[in-house]
Structure formats: structure tokens, C-alpha cells
Nanobody
């Protein structure tokens, strides 16, 4: 069984930064690709970034150069450093492993004011 718990969301002004964390239970997570998704009001859930167990990363075009995904395998924790935040980044951010049919966290709200 895998459980994912996000933290670090909040309210920030445009141009500011936030760091999200995802704590995972279950040692199997160390060998799985993990990712961050987000869902804005009235929109579908979209991929933000993924990271493999070996550290290979992939980003949505909308966040490239501003967001950085990382993971600490011994701690079973994944991070998302978000810089130069924009109002359009406002969404609930979800931690995931296993893709859409995999495991999800409960989500953490990120609100960027203009």
C-alpha cells in the first residue's frame, strides 16, 4: 500500500516562490516514477512534472525554467520548487505515482495573487 501526503502550499504574490513536499510511505515508491499534477478550478487535472527513480525529469512547457522537481529516495520524499509564480499557476497540486491509475495524495492548494 502506498500513501502520499503533500505539504507546502499556500498564498503567494506573483513572482514569489513556494516549495511543495510529498512524503511517501511504502519502500516500493523508491523504484517508481513520481510526479506532480495540478487542477485549476473548472479545468482538468494536468501534468506538471515527473521524475524517475534515477532522477530523469520531465516538465510541462508552461513551467519549464520556473519549476524544479527533485526527490530524496532514502527519505521517500519528492519536492517541487516553484519560482516566478504566476496567477495561472493557481491550482490544487497533487502528488502521484503510477500515473492516472496509480496513487494520489490529497492535494495542496497553491494560490498566486496578481
Amino acid at each position: 500500500q502506498v500513501q502520499l501526503v503533500e505539504s507546502g502550499g499556500g498564498l503567494v504574490q506573483a513572482g514569489g516562490s513556494l516549495r511543495l513536499s510529498c512524503a511517501a510511505s511504502g519502500s516500493i515508491v523508491r523504484i517508481l516514477t513520481m510526479g506532480w499534477y495540478r487542477q485549476a478550478p473548472g479545468k482538468g487535472r494536468e501534468l506538471v512534472a515527473t521524475i524517475t527513480s534515477g532522477g530523469n525529469t520531465n516538465y510541462a512547457d508552461s513551467v519549464k525554467g520556473r519549476f524544479t522537481i527533485s526527490r530524496d529516495n532514502p527519505k521517500n520524499t519528492m519536492y517541487l520548487q516553484m519560482n516566478s509564480l504566476k496567477p495561472e499557476d493557481t491550482a490544487v497540486y497533487y502528488c502521484n505515482t503510477g500515473g492516472f491509475v496509480g496513487y494520489w495524495g490529497q492535494g495542496t492548494q497553491v494560490t498566486v495573487s496578481s
